[in-house]
């Protein structure tokens, strides 16, 4: 028989314990594997993120590169 369809969840370590922050949809007694990881970053702090990174190409590159030949 197989086990739970994979799924991210976010949860708090509090005592000892990986609390789910919100109720699992998994029959009780189930063993399922646990994969660690910081929770990605809120929205906001992704748009930032890429905000403070400079555009990699200059502008006029850009301008070329989008350019159609008409000829």
């Known amino acids: 028989m197989p086990g739970p369809t994979p799924k991210t969840i976010e949860a708090v370590y509090e005592n000892g314990v990986l ?11 189930v063993h399922v594997q646990v994969t660690i990881g910081p929770p990605p970053p809120e929205p906001i702090a992704r748009i930032l993120e890429f905000l403070r990174h400079p555009i990699e190409r200059p502008m006029e590159e ?10």
């Open 19 to 29: 609390k789910p922050l919100k109720p699992l949809d998994l029959p009780e007694h």
């Open 62 to 71: 850009m301008i070329r590169a989008s350019e159609v030949d008409v000829d």
